[in-house]
């Protein structure tokens, strides 16, 4: 798999017919490696070891409901409160980010209403803070590390 622009983590690996897979930390099952799952798998390792947020907080590809429409997020971290901190929009390294993903996950958070978002190729990171009330968003170098309340 391509190196990608994150830290280097231990991870665990299966082979079975002939397809390798990746253990996920946070839905504790081995997800078939494609290269979209590489990268959300070291961004779900950065967010853990980097950045300090609980597992207890952090949601992978769950389903939502966007106007009818059945779509999956790939991360979300959730405030204590289960209020929504950070969207993180995955795509595979070989895409490049562009309107079209930004597009994408500003749609998501007219329905998750998260204070920030983060869309990464795994070569690329992108990060911005929403403010809802202003209805403007202001890019950031980096989000947040964990700050327990």
């Keep these: 798999m391509q190196e990608l622009n994150f830290p280097k ?20 099952k081995f997800i078939i490696l494609q290269p979209e799952e590489w990268v959300r798998q070291h961004c779900v390792h950065y967010l853990i070891n980097v950045k300090k947020y609980p597992k207890s907080l952090i ?3 769950k389903e939502m409901n966007l106007n009818g429409l059945k779509k999956r997020y790939d991360i979300v971290i959730f405030n204590p ?3 929504i901190y950070l969207i993180v929009e995955c795509k595979s390294y070989s895409i490049k980010i562009d309107q079209t993903t930004f597009d994408q ?3 998501y958070n007219l329905v998750l209403n998260a204070t920030f978002l983060m869309v990464t190729n795994g070569l690329n990171h992108y990060y911005c803070e929403m403010d809802m009330k ?8 980096d989000i947040p590390d964990y700050k327990p309340k």
């Design 105 to 107: 996950i500003a749609r």
């Design 81 to 83: 409160d289960g209020s």
């Design 59 to 61: 949601n992978v590809e």
């Design 9 to 28: 983590f231990e991870y665990r690996f299966k082979s079975t017919e002939n397809k390798v897979s990746i253990f996920d930390v946070i839905r504790k």
């Design 134 to 141: 202003a209805e403007h968003y202001s890019f950031l170098m």
